[in-house]
């Protein structure tokens, strides 16, 4: 059994149920970390966090990340500089985990509001654009990540594009803070499981033959 410690800035309960009822059959069980403490988290040394856990799924915004990204969702020119620093500092983070983790799952970031990276022109600005610092930011983090073999950065943007205008809750944001649909959650713990096969051998081969025996 893989037990994973989903730590995020915003309301991941949703993402939890689903890992508990469909990961079952992959050996796959999870909890939350305290809500909204993801570096005191990532910092700690306490076994009392880590001990029981052997894997850990790190899902954040980018605005908790980068405090860059969060004065640019508000107007600001961005620094790029600043920006990656940041995101180097947050990678850093993730690779001082115990090591009797043996899995990092970190999703991409994607915006937490359908309306963040909406600016028409200035989507990939140099100075404003946020689509453009957030493509910087995951180039950055999978960069950053690579060398450790516990880490899989997976592609949040391709869970979006797959369930579409579907991907958001407004109201479940205003109620809860959670700002990710069911479905999207599904589409993530999916992955998640699929990724879980592959490690423990699980994952399905095919055998191709022709009729006159020449492969």
């Keep these: 059994m893989t037990d994973?410690?989903?730590?995020?800035?915003?309301?991941?309960?949703?993402l939890v149920a689903i890992l508990n009822k469909h990961g079952a059959a992959e050996g796959l069980r999870a909890?939350?970390?305290?809500?909204?403490?993801?570096t005191q988290t990532l910092l700690a040394q306490d076994d009392s966090i880590w001990g029981s856990h052997?894997?850990?799924?790190?899902?954040?915004?980018?605005?908790?990340?980068?405090?860059?990204?969060?004065?640019?969702?508000?107007?600001?020119?961005?620094?790029?500089?600043?920006l990656l620093l940041e995101v180097a500092e947050f990678a850093a983070a993730l690779r001082r985990i115990s090591p009797p983790i043996e899995h990092i799952f970190v999703?991409?970031?994607?915006?937490?509001?359908?309306?963040?990276?909406?600016?028409?022109a200035l989507d990939m600005d140099g100075e404003y654009g946020l689509a453009r610092a957030?493509?910087?930011?995951?180039?950055?983090?999978?960069?950053?990540?690579?060398?450790?073999?516990?880490?899989?950065?997976?592609?949040?943007a391709r869970w979006i594009a797959k369930v579409g205008e579907a991907a958001y809750a407004a109201k479940?944001?205003?109620?809860?803070?959670?700002?990710?649909?069911?479905?999207?959650?599904?589409?993530?713990?999916?992955?998640?499981?699929?990724a879980m096969r592959g490690f423990a051998g699980r994952a399905r081969k095919l055998l191709i033959l022709d009729l006159d025996n020449t492969l």
């Design 134 to 156: 957030l493509m910087r930011m995951n180039l950055q983090l999978q960069e950053e990540l690579q060398a450790d073999k516990r880490a899989r950065v997976f592609n949040a």
């Design 31 to 38: 909890v939350t970390a305290h809500y909204g403490q993801v």
């Design 107 to 120: 999703p991409t970031w994607i915006p937490i509001h359908p309306w963040e990276d909406r600016r028409g």
């Design 4 to 14: 994973f410690l989903v730590i995020s800035d915003f309301n991941v309960q949703n």
């Design 54 to 82: 052997n894997g850990v799924v790190v899902w954040t915004s980018p605005s908790a990340v980068s405090s860059t990204y969060r004065l640019a969702v508000e107007g600001k020119p961005i620094d790029t500089e600043r």
């Design 172 to 194: 479940l944001w205003y109620v809860s803070k959670t700002p990710f649909s069911v479905d999207l959650f599904r589409e993530a713990a999916a992955d998640f499981a699929a």
